[in-house]
């Protein structure tokens, strides 16, 4: 069967300071993976999208970047925190065979900024 | 105006109450899902639709792809059913589409 693992599971930052969540998928091959964020009171905001190593869509221009160093592995950086970084960071993905596909969600990163 | 709106935003019920739970986009769709956050923020898919109607246990999520607008319903609600429900359509560009939620509060 399918999992999906993030880490750290919290994470209390300084701005300015850099982050990395990693999130890695085991059980099926070729992924589409995907980087969302859930601000505090709003809904989930797509960050990140992936369906294959190396190839990363951004959705909304920011201070973070993801990266696919592995076909199960998706990685989501930060060079400087700001405080609106904060937030919940959930990592998903789907086998994107067809339209309308499943997307499978991790158990989240709970990230402060302070 | 958000594509996707959901009502209520909050939503408190007595053990045992039937509840009801809606969505309403303004988007062409090719699916619309229906998520389940737990107070601890992970995430659980409950259906995707298309078209008509589904059921799981004590769960059923109806589309009318014509009025766009579903319903997500919980029969014999129970306090472990207290969580935040999610609607997201997958809209023209493969994308989801997420609305804000509804809080759901259930006591016994």
């Known amino acids: 069967s399918q999992t999906i693992h993030q880490w750290p599971a919290t994470l209390v930052q300084p701005v300015g300071s850099p982050l990395s969540l990693e999130c890695t998928v085991e059980g099926t091959s070729n992924p589409n993976l995907y980087w969302y964020r859930q601000a505090a009171g709003r809904g989930l905001q797509l960050l990140f999208y992936?369906?294959?190593?190396?190839?990363i869509s951004s959705e909304v221009p920011q201070n973070l970047s993801a990266s696919r160093p592995q076909d199960r592995q998706f990685i989501l950086s930060s060079k400087k925190l700001l405080l609106s970084d904060s937030g919940f960071y959930l990592c998903?993905?789907?086998?994107?065979?067809?339209?309308?596909?499943?997307?499978?969600f991790g158990p989240g990163t709970r990230l402060t900024v302070l | 105006k958000n594509e996707v709106e959901q009502s209520p935003q909050n939503l408190t019920a007595q053990e045992g109450e039937f509840i009801t739970i809606n969505c309403s986009y303004s988007?062409?769709?090719?699916?619309l899902h229906w998520l389940q956050q737990h107070p601890g923020g992970g995430i659980v898919s409950l259906f995707m639709l298309s078209s008509g109607k589904k059921k799981h246990g004590r769960l059923i999520a109806t589309i009318n792809i014509q009025e766009k607008h579903s319903s997500l319903h919980i029969t014999a609600s129970h306090p472990r059913d207290s969580a935040v429900y999610i609607c997201?359509?997958?809209?023209?560009?493969?994308?989801?589409?997420f609305g804000t939620g509804t809080r759901l509060q259930v006591f016994p």
């Open positions: 988007v062409g769709i090719s699916a």
């Open positions: 992936s369906v294959g190593i190396g190839q």
């Open positions: 998903a993905w789907s086998t994107g065979t067809t339209r309308g596909d499943t997307q499978y």
């Open positions: 997201a359509v997958r809209g023209n560009t493969d994308k989801l589409i």
